[in-house]
């Protein structure tokens, strides 16, 4: 617990605030961190390490971009 505030409560207010700021980032940085994003979840499925997976899902969900299944 961090001071009275749970782990949990804290995920949910920061995901809140990505929520409100990525409408208002620019088209051209948003399809940018999807690119990228996608890109790192490629190299993350590509290693043995599943915490890469968990990590570069966190991120995207965080920033609300959509991932798409490796080839």
Known sequence: ??????????????????????????????????????ELYKKAKETPNFWDDYFIEFLASLLNIPLENPK
């Open 1 to 38: 617990m961090i001071k009275g505030i749970t782990y949990q409560l804290l995920l949910k207010l920061i995901k809140e605030i990505f929520e409100l700021i990525m409408p208002k980032v620019s088209a051209e940085i948003r399809e940018a961190l999807r690119v990228f994003l996608n």
